[in-house]
């Protein structure tokens, strides 16, 4: 059986050739059918942003000409679009991290180049654009609208279908294939928690979130043995999304996202297998 044409399109950036010859060895070895555009000046970054529209971009501080944002803002200025770029930089400084966030970057690739790593963003990046269908269910609009609004901006590329009702969400899992479900815990016909009971006899691969306004902790610890992967408190940050999914997934956290949530960030997330870890206090 003839093999589909690769859709990988890399762009390499960085004023080192050594540097961008090891990123295209490795993106190489992970697809051998990818098609790889090297270059060493900010106007050539945005040449082929513009011309060969790439799916994932290596981009270095060190340009000819431009610094590596500045090529990629201006690319952007000029219509282009950068689906998953990746910074490298020998230090993820404070000041890196807002410029990373500010351009919208998945993450910042630290000096020395690490074959493992860049090994894990090319496979990151894969489960990122592979379609997964995702269940929203709740009985507020304000929260089904937040929660959508999210998941559309966390650069995965997830179908999202809605219910207000925990019968009918228990209908759709068990019919559909979805890869995520978030379940209002104040779902009036079938609460959140009894939905997931209810769905954990079924055995579906689906991983399951709980969305509340109360305290998470308490929930997550009867969730305990319900099935149940993430409790969510409402309002939440976008990055809490973006944890969720990297855990559901069982994807290497960037340190963009570690920098986000890690203590004392305000993390509106509780992973439910962290809780079962816990030794009970003496």
């Known amino acids: 059986m003839t093999q589909p044409p690769s859709l990988l399109t890399v762009l390499v950036a960085d004023q080192d050739a050594q540097r961008r010859q090891t990123i295209a060895e490795v993106v190489r070895a992970f697809d051998p059918g ?12 945005v040449e082929v942003v513009l011309r060969h529209k790439p799916t994932l971009a290596f981009v270095g501080l060190h340009l000819e000409g431009l610094s590596g944002p500045e090529a990629v803002a201006l690319a952007r200025k000029q219509g282009g679009v950068l689906p998953c770029l990746i910074l490298v930089a020998p230090r993820v400084f404070p000041q890196w991290q807002e410029i990373a966030q500010s351009l919208g970057a998945y993450e910042v690739l630290k000096l020395p180049l690490d074959r493992l790593h860049i090994g894990n963003l090319l496979h990151a990046n894969a489960r990122r654009q592979q379609p997964t269908s995702v269940l929203v269910a709740s009985a507020s609009e304000a929260s089904r609208s937040a929660v959508r609004r999210v998941l559309g901006r966390s650069g995965f590329a997830l179908q999202v279908e809605e219910t207000d009702s925990g019968r009918h969400a228990h209908k ?11 379940l209002d815990v104040g779902l009036p016909d079938l609460d959140g928690l009894e939905l997931a009971c209810q769905v954990q006899k079924l055995a579906l691969p689906t991983k399951l979130t709980l969305l509340t306004v109360s305290e998470p902790e308490p929930i997550a610890r009867a969730a305990r043995y319900s099935g149940v992967s993430f409790v969510l408190k409402m309002p939440f940050h976008a990055s809490d999304i973006d944890l969720a999914l990297h855990h559901a997934y069982g994807l290497r956290r960037p340190y963009l996202l570690n920098a986000l949530t890690k203590p004392p960030a305000p993390s509106a997330l509780i992973r439910v297998t962290d809780l079962r870890s816990r030794r009970p206090a003496a």
Do not use: K, P, Q, T
């Open 34 to 45: 990818a098609i790889i555009a090297e270059v060493g000046s900010g106007i050539d970054l």
């Open 172 to 182: 759709l899992l068990r019919m559909g294939d979805y890869g995520l479900a978030f």
